[in-house]
Structures are given as C-alpha cells and as structure tokens.
C-alpha cells in the first residue's frame, strides 16, 4: 500500500533552516501530485507547497512561504523534500506530506489529496 514518511522535523531558531523529506513508497505510477501542507495547534490544516512528479503542473507556494520555502523531489529515490530557510516562529506547526495519483496536480487543498504522511514537528523559536 501507499506509504508517505516524512522526517527532518526539528526545533531551530528563527531565521534558521530546515530541511524536510518525505520517502514515498507502494504507487503503482510515476505520475502524482504531491505536497507539503502545515497544521498549528488550534489552527486548520494548509498547504504550503505543491509539485507534480511529471513537472505536468506548475509548482505552487501558499504566500507566507514564497521566497523562503523551496519544494523538491527526486524521483529516482521517490523523494520529496522541503528547503525551509529564514524561519519564523509561526511557522511552527506538524508538517505533512501528502499525494495523489494524477495527470496534473488541482488545488492546493486537503481534499485535493488522497495519502498522507504521519507528520513532522517543526518548532521554531524567536
């Protein structure tokens, strides 16, 4: 079955960086959306970054993240990964990786994805 394990979650200062990865395991293709959403405490779950494996679809950031996140895959390892530099404190929140099977890759939403990884803490503090 599908597996998404995300890892690199960890507590940094702001103006730090971080580097989040996620080892996707068990699609049937090579063609899928994938994407990193967010999720603090008392707050919904966004997304923060999304990618197609095929490059079918442009990559998108969610605002607060544009020029200091940067999303990356390697699709000979089936990895995914999220460059975060110049951390704030509120980006600190459970991190997720998450996909879909699919030609090209829709909204940046939570329905738009069908698997999901079991999230990593990214605690940053000014």
């Known amino acids: 079955q599908v597996q998404l394990v995300e890892s690199g979650g960890g507590s940094v200062q702001a103006g730090g960086s971080l580097r989040l990865a996620c080892a996707a395991s068990g699609f049937t293709g090579s063609s899928r959306c994938m994407a990193w959403f967010r999720q603090a405490p008392g707050k919904v779950r966004e997304g923060v970054a999304r990618l197609h494996t095929s490059g079918r679809s442009t990559t998108d950031y969610v605002d607060s993240v544009k020029g200091r996140f940067t999303i990356s895959q390697d699709n000979a390892k089936n990895m995914l990964y999220l460059q975060m530099n110049s951390l704030k404190p509120e980006d600190t929140a459970t991190y997720y990786c998450?996909?879909?099977?699919?030609?090209?890759?829709?909204?940046?939403?939570?329905?738009?994805?069908?698997?999901w990884g079991q999230g990593t803490q990214v605690t940053v503090s000014s």
């Open positions: 998450a996909a879909r099977a699919a030609y090209v890759c829709s909204l940046l939403t939570e329905s738009a994805f069908d698997y």
